[in-house]
């Protein structure tokens, strides 16, 4: 096992990741901007190393400062965390090039995925159902009319290079392929360093479905079911829950099956998501994530299994602790993720946090690097805190829920805590009708 990992991240999944190598008695290395002088991940880290100025690009970004840290506090492996490096190929290739390991998938699945035409390739021949949509990149604007016509209208214009909803546009008719297309080219071009985009056909009110899956890369491969990630706004998620409200038994044993028996053909190793849109009974993948997520914890709450730690054993070269007979998935989970932000307009919202009070209790979990005192930074990421609560049922998870959130105490800064207040108690959400646009409309957007 690795006597001393280095995090190559900041705030609360730093934190995140500390904890579990901790708890498996290995050393932390914390790197950190001068931003992060005062930051948690900082203050419990058994070494730090500041890596440059404030800009990410600077410091959470820059690869050669990383290396020098890890070669200097003489760590053994780099965690990439989430956001910055993490599905960076190069870096992942650097850090095994100077002797570390990697704490994720291969260089290669991450390039893959990282190609989201490749990628879908790759779906269609693991036997995953992907979105009907062209053969590939499309090559001109004529062979964009002809495979959208084979399509049928409307059809979305995807960015081979993007993922996550960045450069996409709906086209409803050939004169809107026209339009569009050379647009969406040069802004893939320019955003991503890659021209190429493809055609999938529009569904119109789907949901945003992922499966949670854990790989050793020597035959094990498990899955700890689904997460509903439809509650989003402006492409950022909201608020996950396990399981889906929207899946019977059959539905949610049938896409944990496809995507086990597709992992284990791909080889892959280390944690990894498959996403999947879901509409009308039938769900299609879209992206592959090879990084740990955001709301993985809500996974770790209904299975017990701490992800960090099994990718940690699994870069370690051991083989999965867990069969899928082992998975007992019990009870129902939800994370609101709370940002430092005006919970109405969204405007950014750092400072310094003058009271601080943390829900607790029975099925309650709260992952934060804030404290009293500290001082959220305008540059990085608005995340400052997960609320991530289990029931035996969803409606205990969601009784616990509404009961967390008003004990939960930030301030100083503004915090989307209030959002999270009325979405809970807002009749769709408790029922469990709401598709990826229903949150948007909820806040009066569209
Ligand atoms: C789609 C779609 C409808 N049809 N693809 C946006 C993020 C990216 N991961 C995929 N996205 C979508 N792809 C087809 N063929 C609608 C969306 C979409 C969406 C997906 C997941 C969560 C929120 C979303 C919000 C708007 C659109």
């Not at 200097?72 to 990439?80: L, S």
């Not at 360093?193 to 094990?220: F, K, M, S, T």
Request: charge should be negative; proline fraction near 5%.
């Amino acid at each position: 096992m690795f006597e001393k990992i280095l995090i190559a991240n900041r705030g609360e999944i730093a934190l995140r990741i500390h904890r579990a190598c901790r708890e498996m008695g290995i050393k932390t290395v914390a790197v950190h901007s001068t931003a992060d002088n005062a930051a948690m991940h900082v203050r419990l880290a058994d070494e730090s190393v500041c890596i440059g100025p404030p800009p990410a690009r600077e410091s959470y970004l820059n690869i050669p400062a990383i290396l020098s840290a890890a070669q200097i506090t003489g760590a053994d492996a780099i965690h990439p965390g989430l956001g910055f490096l993490a599905e960076n190929p190069g870096f992942a290739e650097m850090v095994e090039e100077h002797g570390f390991v990697f704490i994720g998938p291969s260089v290669e699945h991450i390039r893959m995925m990282g190609d989201k035409v490749a990628a879908k390739r790759a779906a269609v021949e693991l036997g995953i159902p992907v979105v009907p949509g062209s053969e590939g990149a499309v090559e001109s604007l004529d062979h964009a009319i002809s495979e959208a016509k084979r399509i049928g209208y409307p059809v979305l214009i995807k960015a081979a290079g993007g993922g996550g909803g960045r450069g996409m546009r709906v086209a409803r008719d050939e004169a809107e392929i026209k339009e569009m297309l050379p647009a969406a080219q040069r802004e893939s071009a320019a955003f991503f360093a890659n021209a190429e985009v493809y055609l999938e056909r529009y569904l119109g009110h789907p949901r945003h479905i992922e499966v949670q899956i854990l790989a050793d890369g020597q035959g094990g491969v498990i899955h700890l079911g689904e997460r509903d990630c439809s509650l989003q706004r402006s492409h950022q998620k909201v608020l996950e829950e396990t399981p889906s409200p929207a899946l019977n038994a059959e539905q949610r044993a049938e896409l944990g099956r496809v995507a086990t028996r597709a992992i284990a053909k791909l080889g892959y190793k280390s944690a990894g998501t498959i996403e999947f849109l879901f509409e009308d009974g039938r769900f299609f993948f879209i992206e592959m994530n090879t990084r740990l997520q955001v709301e993985h914890p809500i996974s770790e709450m209904v299975s017990g299994i701490d992800i960090v730690r099994e990718q940690i054993r699994i870069a370690a070269g051991a083989p999965l602790g867990y069969r899928q007979a082992d998975v007992a998935l019990a009870g129902h989970a939800i994370e609101c993720r709370v940002n430092a932000e005006h919970p109405e307009t969204f405007a950014p919202s750092p400072g310094t946090i003058t009271g601080y009070h943390a829900p607790g209790g029975m099925g309650v979990r709260v992952d934060s690097a804030l404290y009293q005192g500290y001082s959220v930074p305008p540059q990085y990421d608005s995340l400052v805190a997960k609320l991530v609560v289990h029931g035996t049922s969803r409606n205990e998870c969601l009784m616990r829920l509404r009961r967390s959130l008003e004990e939960f105490v930030i301030t100083g800064i503004e915090t989307t805590i209030p959002l999270h207040q009325r979405l809970v108690v807002a009749p769709d959400f408790i029922n469990g009708l709401y598709d990826v646009h229903w949150l948007g409309r909820f806040l009066g957007r569209g």
